[in-house]
């Protein structure tokens, strides 16, 4: 079965703050916890969603990641890991062994790769007319 849109789940609009998402957890916990509904299992899986939502939608970067990509950006089997790692993860550890930087930097260079690939990169353009020869000046100076 596939899973439902997290923004669904809460009940909130895209563009919804941190405030209005935390709020309508809130609510949703409140209404399923496993305490106040012992032996529901719809209950549960209810809770476990709205818990799973509103991890991803709080936190910047899953949230990012999951408006760019959907469930492949933060789910781990997606990204073609069995680990607890999520999408942007998995790439830090790949980008970060090879680049260095902390995980910002790393997640800065994975972004703008991901513009230079599709062209969305702002200058993009620029980068591919440069002049040929602007290398050619090294070995006379």
Do not use: W
Not at 34 to 40: H, K, L, M, V
Not at 116 to 139: E, L, M, Q, Y
């Amino acid at each position: 079965m596939s899973k439902r849109d997290y923004y669904q789940v809460l009940g909130v609009t895209r563009d919804a703050d941190e405030s209005t998402i935390k709020k309508a957890y809130r609510k949703l916990a409140m209404k399923y916890h496993p305490d106040r509904n012992a032996g529901d299992v719809k209950s549960e899986e209810m809770f476990k969603e709205a818990k799973e939502a509103y991890e991803i939608l709080t936190d910047p970067n899953k949230r990012a990641a999951y408006d760019q990509f959907g469930h492949a950006g933060v789910d781990a089997s997606a990204a073609g890991g069995g680990g607890a790692q999520g999408f942007s993860d998995a790439f830090s550890d790949i980008f970060g062994d090879i680049f260095g930087g902390g995980v910002e930097h790393v997640q800065m260079c994975i972004v703008a790769l991901i513009y230079v690939i599709t062209g969305d990169f702002p200058g993009a353009g620029s980068t591919r007319n440069r002049n040929k020869n602007s290398h050619s000046d090294v070995g006379r100076m």
